[in-house]
């Protein structure tokens, strides 16, 4: 079975950055999209950022600016570069892929906690 495998999460002050990675166990050859969830105590989870196979984009307005989204879909790989950190940014994140013609993430990775001190 395929997994996500997530690091870089931790503790830092606000205003501080910090870099998550995440790459797949074994190439999956179909995966055409990859991102981050968060999901912070109390509240649903929610899209950061995502990346497709064509090198497409997308942003959560909450971060724009402040996040960047790289990677590579073919590779399995995806990063996610946080400047700027807030302590709203507080939430356990989540590596995602999903395969092509899904519209739902079909991947996960075990996820990562990220801590900002205020």
């Known amino acids: 079975q395929v997994q996500l495998v997530e690091s870089g999460g931790g503790l830092v002050q606000a205003g501080g950055s910090l870099r998550l990675s995440c790459a797949a166990s074994?190439?999956?050859?179909?995966?055409?999209?990859m991102g981050w969830y968060r999901q912070a105590p109390g509240k649903q989870r929610e899209l950061v950022a995502s990346i497709t196979s064509g090198g497409s984009t997308n942003y959560a307005d909450s971060v724009k600016g402040r996040f960047t989204i790289s990677g590579d879909n073919a590779k399995n790989t995806v990063f996610l570069q946080m400047n700027s950190l807030k302590p709203e940014d507080i939430a356990v994140y989540y590596c995602?892929?999903?395969?092509?013609?899904?519209?739902?993430?079909?991947?996960w990775g075990q996820g990562t906690q990220v801590t900002v001190s205020s």
């Open positions: 995602y892929a999903r395969d092509s013609g899904r519209y739902c993430p079909n991947y």
């Open positions: 074994r190439t999956i050859f179909s995966i055409n999209a």
